[in-house]
């Protein structure tokens, strides 16, 4: 038997014969340019899309309104604007990309930022509490909200359909005995109103965007280090260099066109990027580090794909469930609080109408898968900029409003479609 082994089996110490792969052999191979894009390639034909759909979008879409309103759609003043339109659907779609991970949907969202600026603006003009006091109540008021929306969910079992859809309804009500039927609360305080009013000084904004830049390398570059030291698969370095040189480039080429002055007066001065931009930037880097880096964030994604498996494998499922719809509505109260100083007030419809929609397709259009699973924080920006671009390029050329919501749903129902097409191809392929 010892010789029927030592001629079956080929060793190493053998001329001319090489050992097979073991199962984790590709995970140590070096990868040239050529093969990374070639796996690259595979995995899209495979279904694996990521933010291909929303970008190619995203370009045609420019490309679109600039050439139908190019003395308009890119100049200074327009692109700012479009910037603080899409704050508030961004940071609501970022919480939601949480809870779609789960393959979950919270349907209160945009009422929950509603009642939150509500809480906010109440409490700064009636109660005469500082900015930062009532900023944190609203936020309060949104974990309690995802918290309750969660242990329904996750402990009572209601489908989180008919659990968000009866918030949706009851927290309208809330904002109604808040501020009162056909009311408005105005909001004046300074901090508040230059989130989405008033610009950085262009000194910072320069230097916020070199900060960033520097830091996205060097992280990138010590996590492909990382991964080199210990013999596993990484990007090549070429490439690596030439993503962070292209983000590199699109932060200082943003940070560039905000820094000019689109003031129509030549007695006024008008110029920075909006504060609310880089508080959009804080969030997507947590959120971005959460779900990327963190035990936390790799449970959301193995309870996304089947929470069976996850619970078996140890995860504790309720709490991962709880805490999704909690950060989300968290966020929501921050979206809440900018849409309040984007409008200079709070009405009882606000959060309301389509804020949701908008925030749910923001985040699909991006990429997010709405199966569950699959999706970045990255998908919220990515979306909340195409829903901005369609309504602001919409507005432009001065269609109906019928117009704007017939494009956006249609863009919406093609995003979806090509969601469920790759998620289609993903399992032909076993992925």
Not at 245 to 265: C, E, F, I, K, N
Not at 340 to 366: E, Q
Request: glycine residues 12%.
């Amino acid at each position: 038997m010892g010789d029927a082994m030592s001629t079956d089996i080929p060793t190493s110490k053998e001329p001319g014969v090489k050992l097979a792969d073991s199962d984790f052999a590709a995970d140590r191979r070096d990868l040239d340019v050529r093969s990374a894009v070639g796996d690259y390639w595979l995995r899209v034909r495979s279904g694996d899309l990521g933010a291909i759909p929303a970008i190619l979008g995203l370009a045609g879409l420019v490309v679109l309104f600039t050439a139908l309103r190019p003395e308009t759609f890119l100049s200074k003043g327009n692109i700012a604007n479009l910037c603080t339109q899409a704050l508030p659907v961004t940071i609501l779609a970022m919480g939601l990309v949480f809870v779609l991970l789960l393959g979950e949907i919270d349907l209160s969202a945009g009422v929950t930022s509603g009642v939150c600026a509500a809480v906010m603006a109440k409490l700064i003009v009636d109660s005469g509490q500082p900015w930062y006091v009532a900023v944190l109540a609203a936020v309060a008021i949104g974990i309690v909200v995802g918290a309750v929306l969660g242990w329904l969910v996750s402990v009572v079992r209601i489908p989180s359909f008919v659990v968000s859809l009866a918030f949706f309804l009851g927290l309208q009500g809330v904002t109604l005995r808040l501020i009162g039927e056909g009311g408005t609360v105005p909001v004046h305080d300074d901090v508040i109103v230059a989130l989405a009013n008033k610009n950085m000084p262009i000194w910072l904004g320069w230097a916020a965007a070199v900060v960033c830049a520097l830091g996205y390398g060097l992280s990138q570059f010590l996590r492909w280090q990382r991964k080199r030291s210990r013999g596993l698969t990484g990007s090549p370095v070429e490439l690596v260099a030439a993503r962070v040189a292209v983000v590199a480039v699109v932060l200082l080429a943003g940070t560039y066109l905000l820094s000019r002055d689109r003031a129509p007066s030549p007695l006024v001065t008008l110029a920075g990027i909006p504060w609310g931009v880089p508080l959009v930037a804080v969030l997507l880097i947590i959120c971005t580090f959460v779900l990327g880096r963190t035990s936390f964030g790799r449970h959301i994604y193995a309870v996304g794909g089947n929470a069976e498996a996850a619970r078996r494998a140890g995860i504790n499922v309720t709490r991962i469930k709880v805490s999704a719809f909690m950060i989300s509505s968290a966020l929501a109260a921050i979206s809440g609080v900018v849409a309040a100083s984007r409008l200079n007030s709070v009405a009882t419809d606000s959060g309301g109408g389509n804020t949701l929609l908008y925030a749910v397709g923001a985040a699909v259009i991006g990429g997010t898968s709405l199966f569950g699973g699959r999706g970045r924080a990255r998908d919220a920006v990515l979306g909340g900029l195409v829903i901005a671009i369609i309504d602001n390029g919409l507005g432009l050329l001065g269609t109906k409003a019928y117009l704007n919501f017939l494009i956006t749903g249609i863009v919406l129902l093609l995003a979806a479609s090509i969601d469920a097409t790759a998620r289609r191809r993903r399992s032909a392929a076993g992925r």
